[in-house]
Structures are given as structure tokens and as C-alpha cells.
Nanobody, 126 residues
Framework: QVRLVESGGGLVQTGGSLRLSCAAS????????MGWFRQAPGKDRDFVAA????????YYADSEKGRFTISGNKVRNTVYLQMNSLSPNDTSVYYC???????????????????WGQGTQVTVSS
């Protein structure tokens, strides 16, 4: 059974930085892509960033371009999210996700992904 475990969340002041980590384990798992979504209280789960292992292309939500950087290692099934210039609007639970089978959905769609972590809380104080 595939398990995704996130770490690195916490409390940071406006303008600060955090680095989230996610590691996948369990079974003979090989992902097509991995990424991050986030969900604030009372809101939908939104796309943040993803990396496609086949093409090497990184995808970002418009509001994260230039501030967040996704990276990772396909062989180790790990993905990271470096977040800079954080603002209170970035306060959310951040979820790691992995695509385990072929999909026609765009990378920004949660339906593309098969596995999800439990989430890590990121809180940005003003």
C-alpha cells in the first residue's frame, strides 16, 4: 500500500520561507508525477505545483510562480516544495500527491492523482 508522508510545515512570519518534504513508500511504487495541493478552512483543495517525471516539466499555480519551487527525485519517490515570500494567504494544509497511473487530466487537476498524504499545516502570521 502506497503511503505519502509530508513534513516541514509550521509557523512562519510574513515574508519568511518554508521547505516542505514528501516521501512515498510502500509496494513497488513508481510515480508518473508528484505534486502539492493546499486547502484552507472552508475552501476547496487548490493546486500548488507538480512535477512530471517523464518530461521534467514543473507546473505552478499562477499565484505561486516565482515564489515556490518544486523539486524531487523520481527514483526515491520524493518531492519538495520550497516556499519563499510567504504571506497569510498561503496559510493552509498542504497535501502531497502522486500520480500512479496514466492520466489525461491536466497536472492542475486533483483527479490526475492517485495517492494523497495526510497533509501538513502551514501558518503564516502577519
Amino acid at each position: 500500500q502506497v503511503r505519502l508522508v509530508e513534513s516541514g510545515g509550521g509557523l512562519v512570519q510574513t515574508g519568511g520561507s518554508l521547505r516542505l518534504s514528501c516521501a512515498a513508500s510502500g509496494g513497488t511504487f513508481s510515480s508518473y508525477a508528484m505534486g502539492w495541493f493546499r486547502q484552507a478552512p472552508g475552501k476547496d483543495r487548490d493546486f500548488v505545483a507538480a512535477v512530471d517525471w517523464l518530461t521534467g516539466i514543473a507546473y505552478y499555480a499562477d499565484s505561486e510562480k516565482g515564489r515556490f519551487t518544486i523539486s524531487g527525485n523520481k527514483v526515491r519517490n520524493t518531492v519538495y516544495l520550497q516556499m519563499n515570500s510567504l504571506s497569510p494567504n498561503d496559510t493552509s494544509v498542504y497535501y502531497c500527491t502522486a500520480q500512479g497511473s496514466p492520466s489525461r487530466y491536466p497536472h492542475e487537476y486533483s483527479t490526475r492523482y492517485d495517492y494523497w498524504g495526510q497533509g501538513t499545516q502551514v501558518t503564516v502570521s502577519s
